[in-house]
Each structure stands twice: as structure tokens, then as C-alpha cells.
């Protein structure tokens, strides 16, 4: 009897296998869905990390351009001092002057001899009035120029007369990541004392060499930039 059954197939196999298939396609579906969070949730920490950091970039730019503007206040306070105690000894010499006329000539010296040194301590003080002013007007569109074209942020190097400069959007396959180099100006010959990634010892000290020639800072910064970008995509 049993052999003259009919046999029946109910497919049990084939919906075991689809829905193991269904199971790892949904397994990988969460997969992606954490990993892409998790990747939102880290470039979010690192944006506002930067956010703080440029914030307090400006904060002690701030803080520098205030004590300048005390420092200058306070010079031309002293100057006006100065001016002020060397018009009383005008007015005193020319005192004694008409009391002795014996010594017109001396006192008239001397006179003439404090009132060219007034003009050249005013003039002198204008120069560097004019030159604070010319120089703060250029800073600004000139740091505005390295960050906005070359990818750049300034910070301090942690130690007087250190700074440091980070340079961004340096690898063709990862524009995030940051490649950055100390700058010691404490003596007249700058140096490099620290980069990350490490660099060529004599690509760097070439770049160094023409930074303390010519002074020019643009065309060190846009070197040593060109210099990461060799380094980081070889």
C-alpha cells in the first residue's frame, strides 16, 4: 500500500533556502545602516572639533590683536609724556634764556637741539602708526587667501614662538585628511622642528633655506604644500 502512494513535495527545501537568503540580505542591510550611522557620527565629532578649533583660532587672534592695540596705546601715552616733559624744558630754557642773556646762544642750542628730537620721535611714532595699520589691513585677506585656496589652519605649537600649520585636502582619495609641520621663529633662521607626515629631510630644509633668503612666507607655505601633496599621494 505505502509503495502505491502518491509522493507529495511541499517545497520545505527551497523556503528554507529563501529564507536564508532573505536573512542575510536583511543581516547586511543592518550592517550598512550601522556602519553608514556610525560614519555620519564620526565625521559630525570631527566637524565640530574643527568648528572649536577655528573658533579658538579667532579667540586668540583676538586676544594678540587687543594686546597690540594696548602695547600701542601705551606707546603713544608715553610718547605724549615724553612730548609733554620736553615742552616744560622748552619753556624752562627759554626762562633761564631771558634771564641770562649771557648764555642766548647755549640755551637756543639746546632748544633748537630737543625740538628736532621731538620731530623725529613724532615722525617716528607716525611711521609706526602707519605701519601697524597697513600691516593688520593686509593680514586679513592674505590668511583668508591660505585657507580658502590652500587648505590651511594656523595654531599655536604649544610654546612661545612655535606655530604650527595644517594643511587639508592634500589626498586625492581621502580630502579629510590633514597633514601639518612646526614652524620655530624664535631665532632670525627659521626652522622646522616637527611634521606629520614625516617629510624628506632635504625637501624640507631646501624650502626652509628659501623661506629665511627671501622672507617670503606665501611661497614657503604653498612649497611645503606641495611637498605634503608629493609625499601623501606617492
Given at each position: ?8 513535495n511541499?517545497?520545505f ?9 532573505f536573512t542575510d ?16 557620527r ?16 579667532k ?13 600701542h596705546?601705551?606707546?603713544i ?23 641770562a ?9 639746546q ?16 611711521q ?7 600691516h ?48 620655530d ?19 624640507v ?8 633668503s ?21
Amino acid at each position: 500500500m505505502a509503495d502505491s502512494l502518491p509522493s507529495i513535495n511541499f517545497g520545505f527545501d527551497e523556503l528554507r533556502t529563501r529564507m536564508a537568503a532573505f536573512t542575510d540580505r536583511f543581516d547586511n542591510f543592518i550592517a550598512r545602516g550601522r556602519k553608514r550611522v556610525l560614519e555620519e557620527r564620526n565625521q559630525f565629532r570631527i566637524t565640530v572639533a574643527e568648528l572649536e578649533e577655528d573658533q579658538k583660532m579667532k579667540k586668540r587672534d583676538l586676544e594678540i590683536l587687543a594686546q597690540k592695540t594696548a602695547q600701542h596705546n601705551q606707546t603713544i601715552q608715553q610718547q605724549e609724556a615724553e612730548a609733554a616733559e620736553m615742552e616744560q624744558a622748552i619753556e624752562a630754557l627759554t626762562q633761564q634764556r631771558d634771564q641770562a642773556s649771557s648764555h642766548r646762544v647755549s640755551l637756543q642750542s639746546q632748544i633748537t637741539a630737543i625740538k628736532r628730537d621731538i620731530a623725529t620721535r613724532q615722525a617716528a611714532q607716525s611711521q609706526h602708526a602707519r605701519d601697524l595699520e597697513e600691516h593688520s589691513r593686509h593680514n586679513v585677506p592674505e590668511l583668508n587667501f591660505w585657507e580658502t585656496y590652500l587648505g590651511l589652519r594656523i595654531q599655536g605649537g604649544g610654546k612661545v614662538d612655535r606655530l604650527r600649520f595644517v594643511f587639508c585636502n592634500l589626498n586625492e582619495r581621502d580630502w579629510s585628511r590633514e597633514a601639518w609641520f612646526e614652524l620655530d621663529t624664535e631665532r632670525r633662521e627659521y626652522a622646522v622642528v616637527d611634521s606629520r607626515p614625516k617629510m624628506d629631510r632635504e625637501v624640507v630644509e631646501r624650502c626652509v633655506e628659501g623661506l629665511n633668503s627671501s622672507r617670503d612666507l606665501g611661497q614657503f607655505l604653498r612649497k611645503m604644500r606641495g611637498a605634503f601633496a608629493t609625499a601623501i599621494n606617492q
